[in-house]
């Protein structure tokens, strides 16, 4: 059942990070309008199971009054909201709270800040660590997103603090988009063949899906199970059939290596992790699959 759906209200980033998992960039397109974001809750509201909305990105507050105004469109729904941000905004933190509070009034349930190595080096002050601090002073529910090096899958942690160092071991990183890209070359990798589930999503069933402005129905970046500009988000989950889905059967099966040999994929003799495998192999075939396998933003091949 599904009862979050995330929009990403913008690909377009202030920063390009090594470990983002999609590919988000200052000149990322793909921005929510606020019709759009109406006419997505409309759908949600149609489908009847959803209690929580996220807005993340990219970074979406570069888009603040549409960030807000989507906010205060979920709240007006009856939605809880939760926001996912690198922190940007808060070059003071007179600003920071310029930002967070007109979306405190609206009531939000989780404020996600990234804090990290990759995101703002070592610096003991950051703008992710101001924006922490005016959330907090303004009684708003906070948490930190951090990637751990140390950890085996993304982990959120109070106060990460790691020297960055050249070589990535299996820390809290999920290689896809551009972590697959800039950071697999640098990681201990391991034979693709052990790799026989999918660690992160139930990709039978989805409690949570994510949703861009060109219509994608997302279950995990990049992995499509139909337009919402097209079909219904109702239709969409109704219809929707993880066996006879081409990469989600597989997936479910026997997990990346299955998904690799159904596509016919050769993988390099060692992978980071099941993401990179299962990246790598839906990458080498978006062509054959365009309405599942999108949009050029998660993929890094010359989406803007
Ligand atoms: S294995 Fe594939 S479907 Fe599963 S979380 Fe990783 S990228 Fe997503």
């Not at 080096?121 to 751990?148: C, F, H, V, W, Y």
């Not at 034979?191 to 219509?215: A, I, N, W």
């Not at 495998?277 to 949009?295: N, Q, T, V, W």
Request: hydrophobic share 35%.
């Amino acid at each position: 059942m599904i009862t979050q759906v995330h929009f990403i209200l913008t690909y377009m980033c202030t920063l390009e990070c090594e470990h983002c998992f999609v590919c988000s960039s200052p000149s990322s397109e793909g921005t929510f309008t606020p019709g759009q974001i109406a006419a997505a809750l409309d759908q949600t509201d149609k489908l009847g199971t959803v209690d929580t909305v996220y807005f993340e990105g990219g970074e979406p507050f570069l888009f603040y009054p549409i960030l807000l105004d989507a906010v205060r469109q979920a709240r007006n729904r009856g939605y809880k909201v939760g926001i996912v941000t690198n922190g940007y905004f808060a070059t003071s933190e007179e600003n920071a709270r310029f930002f967070l509070a007109p979306l405190n009034e609206l009531g939000i349930e989780d404020m996600s800040i990234s804090d990290d190595v990759f995101h703002y080096e070592n610096q003991k002050e950051n703008p992710a660590r101001r924006a922490s601090a005016a959330a907090t002073a303004l009684g708003m529910p906070t948490a930190i997103l951090a990637l751990d090096p140390g950890a085996s899958g993304p982990e959120i942690m109070g106060n990460p603090r790691e020297e960055k160092t050249g070589v990535v071991t299996e820390g809290g990183i999920m290689f896809r988009g551009r972590a697959a890209e800039k950071l697999s070359p640098n990681a201990v990798t391991s034979d693709s063949q052990q790799f026989t589930k999918c660690p992160y999503e139930d990709l039978k069933t989805p409690s949570r899906m994510h949703v861009d402005s060109f219509g994608n129905l997302q279950i995990c970046q990049g992995i499509s199970i139909g337009n919402i500009w097209k079909h219904p988000l109702d239709e969409l989950i109704r219809t929707y059939s993880p066996s006879s889905h081409p990469i989600c059967g597989p997936l479910i099966e026997g997990g990346p290596a299955q998904l690799a040999r159904v596509l016919g994929y050769t993988p390099p003799a060692g992978v980071a992790d099941a993401c990179h495998l299962c990246y790598l192999a839906r990458k080498s075939c978006r062509s054959r699959y365009p309405e599942i396998l999108g949009p050029a933003q998660v993929y890094c091949d010359g989406g803007t």
